[in-house]
T-cell receptor, first 114, second 111 residues
Framework: GAGVSQSPSNKVTEKGKDVELRCDPI?????LYWYRQSLGQGLEFLIY????????KSGLPSDRFSAERTGGSVSTLTIQRTQQEDSAVYLC????????????FGQGTRLTVV | TQLLEQSPQFLSIQEGENLTVYCNSS?????LQWYRQEPGEGPVLLVT?????EVKKLKRLTFQFGDARKDSSLHITAAQTGDTGLYLC???????????FGKGTKLSVKP
């Protein structure tokens, strides 16, 4: 596709349930980022994939959060046993080579935990 | 600890006024980017600055990278209502490193 695609665009889930968020990056981009954004706030780094290197997971807030990137393309962010404080917009971005090159963002997945 | 501090957090001005927002850090970055985000959308890149002391102009927007590559500023001349949005700075450490964002400056330009 022409841009970064995220799905679903909105997700409402019950506390304690698991959710999966999907990101389709721009074809050929080696770097992929996941961020979390609370209402009107800045972007909180979650995880960063760069080529075949081990991902930088230093931003994951707890072991309930995990992410994978299959075949160097599509990425899935999984949140297990969701809590109300997980409610936020989850943004995915990709870039051609990594930090220093332009990051292109998807429109995000708005997650609401009730 | 916030790696990149942005100020002010909120700014409300009248159309035609000038403004400056700041992005500061105690860390050195190989490059720094400024993004603008509108409600319901992902951030969109405005500019990347790489060299210490670098100044870049984008129409009414002027971006400066500090000499020590630890800070940056964005100056908008004669603000327009279309400039309204969340302005985010993001720092990179090396070409293969992560991209870390500040908390942003929420700008509202009133007619």
């Amino acid at each position: 596709g022409a841009g970064v695609s995220q799905s679903p665009s909105n997700k409402v889930t019950e506390k304690g349930k698991d959710v999966e968020l999907r990101c389709d990056p721009i074809s050929g981009h080696t770097a992929l980022y996941w961020y979390r954004q609370s209402l009107g706030q800045g972007l909180e780094f979650l995880i960063y994939f760069q080529g075949n290197s081990a991902p930088d997971k230093s931003g994951l807030p707890s072991d309930r959060f995990s992410a994978e990137r299959t075949g160097g393309s599509v990425s899935t962010l999984t949140i297990q046993r969701t809590q109300q404080e997980d409610s936020a917009v989850y943004l995915c971005a990709s870039s051609r080579q990594g930090a220093g090159t332009e990051a292109f963002f998807g429109q995000g997945t708005r997650l609401t935990v009730v | 600890t916030q790696l990149l501090e942005q100020s002010p957090q909120f700014l409300s001005i009248q159309e035609g006024e000038n403004l400056t927002v700041y992005c500061n850090s105690s860390s050195v970055f190989s490059s720094l980017q400024w993004y603008r985000q509108e409600p319901g959308e992902g951030p969109v890149l405005l500019v990347t600055v790489v060299t210490g002391g670098e100044v870049k102009k984008l129409k009414r927007l002027t971006f400066q990278f500090g000499d020590a590559r630890k800070d940056s500023s964005l100056h908008i001349t004669a603000a327009q209502t279309g400039d309204t949005g969340l302005y985010l700075c993001a720092g990179a450490r090396g070409s293969q490193g992560n991209l870390i964002f500040g908390k942003g400056t929420k700008l509202s330009v009133k007619p």
